[in-house]
Every structure is written in structure tokens, then in C-alpha cells.
């Protein structure tokens, strides 16, 4: 969503948004972003202050994937919106 709003908005902007939403994420959040389902099971395979236990990963997954569902919606629902 961060780089559909910039897109809308301020397109040379984007590559900055972008950073400094994945560096909030990090710093700022107890999951430290686990920004996809792909840094999910890398980080359950490893055994850091960043690491998740295997047993919890699919639950993970689960939720980043209805968010990305979430977000889409929400995408599309703007889009119809700034078309009227």
C-alpha cells in the first residue's frame, strides 16, 4: 500500500517511502517485519533474537496472506472510489 499511495502521489518519492516503512517495521515492531511468508520460513529455520519457531510459522503466513487480501481490497476500493 505504501507503494501504491506514493505511486498515486509522488512517484520519485517511492524508493524513500518504502525504506523508511520496512526500517519502522524493524526498529518499531515486536515481529521485527517479517515483511512476506518467504522471510517467515527463512526466519524459522534460524535460531536469532529475529527467529520464529517452526510451529508458529504457518500461522504467520496465514495472517501476512489475508493481509495482502486486506490490502488489496482496500487498493481496489480507493481505485473505484478516485474513478467517480
Known sequence: ???WGCRAHRAPVTPFAVAAYITGAY???ASTS???PAVTVARSL???FAGIRPLDAPGFMLAQ???AGLAMA???LGRA???R
Do not use: E, H, K, Q
Open 1 to 3: 500500500m505504501v507503494i
Open 27 to 29: 526498529w518499531f515492531t
Open 34 to 36: 517479517f515483511a512476506n
Open 46 to 48: 534460524s535460531d536469532t
Open 65 to 67: 496472506l489475508v493481509g
Open 74 to 76: 482496500f487498493i481496489r
Open 81 to 83: 472510489a478516485s474513478d
